[in-house]
């Protein structure tokens, strides 16, 4: 069986320390100045196909169909639509991602933390084999978000999702896990955190706060 390159075995190394500093602060909102002095860089990022700052490790699905807007706007979609629903749903499904129940992946540590303020994780999904470690996850925290902080919650769930596919031999020939996070939180917020650590910094893509009241997606 193949041993672990040593500058990989460094790499977790780094990361578990970094986790177990998280893991231990004493504040729920961490402020992006804060994240700088433990190499934890904030980038911007968009989700759109066509902007410089789209993300690096993760393309969108392509020709996704686009909804029709007389079934956008309605309150009260009739049978027809919940049909047409489903149909997208199908559409979009890709074998390639793994599409287990959460309690079916291991993990590093804990994805959930039930004290006030809770945060856990709602869907996550992987690739099968060795070719992709990449991984998808969307997360849920029980704090308002603002685009000057990063919550605690957010930075331990990507740890801990990086961390478990770093320690899976069949993903030892990669040094990167790339992590997508689909964060969403009170009230009614929501952003998209593109996650990998480069050897020197764990960089953190992150978008502008989504607010679905004002129906800006």
Known sequence: ???????????????????????????????????????????????????????????????????????????????????????????????LWTGKAIGDYSVYKDLYQYPQPEFGVSRMTSIDGKEYPHSKIVSYNNLNGNDNELLRGELLIILRLMLEQLRKRRLLDHMVAPVLLFSLMGPQHARAIEAYYDGKDLILRATKLYDFRTKNV
């Open 1 to 95: 069986m193949p041993e672990e390159p040593a500058d990989r075995r460094e790499r977790r190394r780094v990361l578990m320390e970094l986790e177990a500093k998280i893991d231990g602060l004493p504040v729920h909102e961490v402020a992006i100045s804060q994240l700088a002095e433990m190499k934890i860089l904030v980038q911007p990022m968009a989700l759109n196909e066509k902007s410089d700052i789209k993300p690096l490790f993760f393309a969108p699905y392509r020709s996704y169909p686009e909804l029709e807007d007389d079934v956008v706007e309605r309150k009260f979609p009739d049978l027809g639509d919940y049909t047409r629903t489903w149909k997208y749903i199908e559409y979009i499904s890709d074998p």
